[in-house]
């Protein structure tokens, strides 16, 4: 194609778009790139902020950042020229490592992909030892290394399956499992953990341990599981009722934690009864049923 005829196709494209003067600065410079590109077999991807002229003049593909970076993943060209801000050029490189992939200016950078710091994440890691951290894609490529996830959409329920994928970590778990006191990214408490969420890492902890042992360990985890239901607030049989799954194994183990919370506290409501009939002192009472006084006390309280 002459320089006239490519001319007159991008004039077609922009005229009232682009002014006259810069249009035709600009064509110049885009048929230049366009016989470098063949002669290098380079590919150019240009992000849909890019400016107009060079825009319909020199990309092979257009398109968001992650669409790109896709393409160039099954492209046959040796050099990847990525038009957009520097993360999304990292973001094709890490698709294609044998691959050269340039950013046209160094300059190139994005505010909200700066927000954070590969030093940030390192930071809330420290200050919460085990919690996944999962970022979304358009950050640098040293704050992806850092995390244990990458997302590539905004939709809420991926978001919801990429932290259940990469809530892997025995530390978090057992934080949950024990009922911990959660806090904001400034360190401040928030809202308690849900008792459905502590009850479900309760028993992938179980699960997990009890794969890797003939051990019955089921008897270990009765004293956890029942100190749950006790800070739920709600009845044994009504908490068994709702936390029931398909596991017919964990079921066996909620309904016997149910079975001695309801044994327990009968047993206090008969001794309460008992006590207040006995017109006895704490530890009187206790020595006539032959009890640890500290016991009664415990059961009483």
């Given amino acids: 194609m002459t320089f006239q005829s490519f001319y007159t196709v991008l004039e077609q494209k922009l005229t009232g778009i682009v002014p006259d ?16 590109k063949k002669e290098m077999n380079a590919v150019i991807l240009g992000h849909n902020y890019m400016e107009p002229a060079l825009y ?12 790109l970076s896709r393409i160039a993943r099954d492209t046959n060209a040796d050099i990847i020229v990525f038009c957009g801000v520097r993360f999304m050029a990292e973001t094709a490189k890490i698709l294609n490592p044998q691959k050269i992939v340039l950013v046209p200016s160094e300059q190139a950078g994005c505010s909200v992909a700066a927000s954070i710091t590969a030093a940030d994440v390192r ?3 420290k200050r919460f030892p085990g919690v996944p951290v999962v970022t979304y894609v358009n950050t640098y490529a040293d704050v992806k290394a850092e995390s244990d996830g990458v997302l590539v959409t905004r939709r809420e329920v ?26 904001d990214l400034d360190g401040q408490p928030v809202a308690p953990v849900a008792p459905e969420h502590v009850h479900h890492a309760i028993m992938e902890v179980f699960r997990r341990r009890q794969s890797r042992t003939k051990e019955d360990l089921r008897p270990r985890v009765l004293p956890r599981l029942m100190a749950a239901i006790e800070a739920s607030g709600m009845a044994p049989q009504e908490y068994a009722q709702k936390m029931r799954t398909q596991d017919e194994v964990w079921n066996a183990v909620l309904d016997e934690a149910a079975a001695q919370l309801a044994a327990k506290a009968a047993r206090r409501e008969a001794l ?22 500290a016991e009664v006390q415990r059961t009483l309280a």
């Fill in 272 to 293: 309460s009864r008992a006590f207040q009939a006995s017109g006895l002192s704490m530890e009187a009472f206790a020595e006539m049923y032959g009890m640890d006084p």
């Fill in 123 to 125: 930071e809330l890691k």
């Fill in 158 to 183: 991926e978001i919801v399956n990429a932290l259940g994928l990469h809530a892997r970590s025995m530390r978090y778990l057992e934080s949950v499992a024990a009922g911990l006191q959660r806090h």
């Fill in 21 to 36: 003067i810069e249009l035709k600065y600009k064509a110049e410079i885009a048929y230049e790139i366009n016989r470098l």
């Fill in 56 to 67: 319909h003049s020199i990309c092979d593909y257009t398109g968001d950042s992650l669409e």
